[in-house]
T-cell receptor
Framework: SQQGEEDPQALSIQEGENATMNCSYK?????LQWYRQNSGRGLVHLIL?????REKHSGRLRVTLDTSKKSSSLLITASRAADTASYFC???????????FGKGTTLSVSS | DAGVTQSPTHLIKTRGQQVTLRCSPK?????VSWYQQALGQGPQFIFQ???????QRGNFPDRFSGHQFPNYSSELNVNALLLGDSALYLC????????????????FGDGTRLSIL
């Protein structure tokens, strides 16, 4: 079963605009991760945020975590065409040994 | 530094057949997890191998089995293939000593696209 649910399912923007994707989950977590998947490729790790952290940055990426609302958001600033991909949030399972993914947000950035 | 490699990249089988997929983890990693990703869905955890033993299993039937070798590489076997087994099969590796699965980034291969006719 899926733990996280991303919103929106699809997002289309112009180059230079910001893109915000949201993730909601159901049960308490230790960590939450965001991954990117280019079409037909594997997943690439973007950011890991721990349950005691509220915000984390990596280059043009900003991730926030609100454990009281069981939600996270991924902000990509100044989007580029190369950011076109599917983005997934993933939480750890009960045993903490594996990841539970949402269905993802498909981002299209046009030039 | 070689990343996670999977073979083959594509495979076509018919219902009832058996298939074996292979994965070599990133250099220095000792834990391998397998995921199934149906079209338009997120990856779903199948199982995880560490020290040549299955350590954790997701909600998949016994038709799905695996193996890990002393060099940490791994195989995923699926018997009695069904149309619903058509998916991208992803392998992810990590280092156990760095923390268990959900506590560290997972390194994914590009997957094997399995099509069942």
């Amino acid at each position: 079963s899926q733990q996280g649910e991303e919103d929106p399912q699809a997002l289309s923007i112009q180059e230079g605009e910001n893109a915000t994707m949201n993730c909601s989950y159901k049960t308490s977590i230790n960590n939450l991760q965001w991954y990117r998947q280019n079409s037909g490729r594997g997943l690439v790790h973007l950011i890991l945020i721990r349950s005691n952290e509220r915000e984390k940055h990596s280059g043009r990426l900003r991730v926030t975590l609100d454990t009281s609302k069981k939600s996270s958001s991924l902000l990509i600033t100044a989007s580029r065409a190369a950011d076109t991909a599917s983005y997934f949030c993933a939480t750890d399972n009960q045993a903490g040994t594996a990841l539970i993914f949402g269905k993802g947000t498909t981002l299209s950035v046009s030039s | 530094d070689a990343g996670v490699t999977q073979s083959p990249t594509h495979l076509i089988k018919t219902r009832g057949q058996q298939v074996t997929l292979r994965c070599s983890p990133k250099s220095g990693h000792d834990t391998v997890s397998w995921y199934q990703q149906a079209l338009g869905q997120g990856p779903q955890f199948i199982f995880q191998y560490y020290e040549e033993e299955e350590r954790q299993r997701g909600n998949f039937p016994d038709r799905f089995s695996g193996h890990q070798f002393p060099n940490y590489s791994s195989e995923l076997n699926v018997n009695a293939l069904l149309l619903g087994d058509s998916a991208l099969y992803l392998c992810a590796s990590s280092l156990r000593a760095a923390g268990i699965g959900g506590n560290q980034p997972q390194h994914f291969g590009d997957g094997t696209r399995l099509s069942i006719l």
